[in-house]
T-cell receptor, first 117, second 117 residues
Framework: KAGVTQTPRYLIKTRGQQVTLSCSPI?????VSWYQQTPGQGLQFLFE???????NKGNFPGRFSGRQFSNSRSEMNVSTLELGDSALYLC????????????????FGPGTRLLVL | AQKITQTQPGMFVQEKEAVTLDCTYD???????LFWYKQPSSGEMIFLIY??????QNATEGRYSLNFQKARKSANLVISASQLGDSAMYFC??????????????FGKGTHLIIQP
């Protein structure tokens, strides 16, 4: 079974621009989560989508947004890029466990490395 | 207060030795999940092992085992017979069940493990 795929793998943008990152989950996985990883802040949860609805959201400004499509593929968008948005953006997918959500194991993609100049 | 604490920023271990990576966590939830991930220099997060808060047995996955001490709120990863390919960053993470749904994963700052021949 193919793993989580993310495109593009590398991206260079300038301040003020916007960027869209894409994530395709493992086949059959309907939940997609996004994380930002930086040397200073470590790994931080951005948001999670399930059935095209945002299920959870981390503590990020409104410049960060996402969506999920009917085929479970997800995109995240960052508008008005800042230098501090340079990071590795990781997408993860999981099966849904309606009985115990904390048991849902998330499987990660290779990430998109974003550099903002 | 940090929810996940990994006190070992870096570790050097001789090949074939066993290694224990420390992780303590903080939560008031009764239901939560604990996860360990490996991140090689390529950046992809690789799922290693899961422990549920209600699981009475310590989790094991091949050479990986989790030493779960609930009263002490610790979830240490044990790697038996370490190999050169085990050199990577290791992250402990927790997912709590919040009202209406689980939060995203909360990660520790990681331990950089280097296996020496």
């Amino acid at each position: 079974k193919a793993g989580v795929t993310q495109t593009p793998r590398y991206l260079i943008k300038t301040r003020g621009q916007q960027v869209t990152l894409s994530c395709s989950p493992i086949s059959g996985h309907r939940s997609v989560s996004w994380y930002q990883q930086t040397p200073g802040q470590g790994l931080q949860f951005l948001f999670e989508y399930f059935s095209e609805t945002q299920r959870n959201k981390g503590n990020f400004p409104g410049r960060f947004s996402g969506r999920q499509f009917s085929n479970s593929r997800s995109e995240m968008n960052v508008s008005t890029l800042e230098l501090g948005d340079s990071a590795l953006y990781l997408c993860a997918s999981s099966l849904i466990n309606p009985v115990d959500l904390a048991r849902e194991t998330q499987y990660f993609g290779p990430g998109t490395r974003l550099l903002v100049l | 207060a940090q929810k996940i604490t990994q006190t070992q920023p870096g570790m050097f271990v001789q090949e074939k030795e066993a290694v224990t990576l420390d992780c303590t966590y903080d939560t008031s939830d009764q239901s939560y999940g604990l996860f360990w991930y490996k991140q090689p220099s390529s950046g992809e997060m690789i799922f290693l092992i899961y422990q549920g808060s209600y699981d009475e047995q310590n989790a094991t996955e091949g050479r990986y085992s989790l030493n779960f001490q609930k009263a002490r709120k610790s979830a240490n990863l044990v790697i038996s017979a370490s190999q050169l390919g085990d050199s990577a960053m290791y992250f402990c993470a927790m997912r709590e069940n919040s009202g209406g749904g689980a939060d995203g994963l909360t990660f520790g700052k990681g331990t950089h493990l280097i296996i020496q021949p």
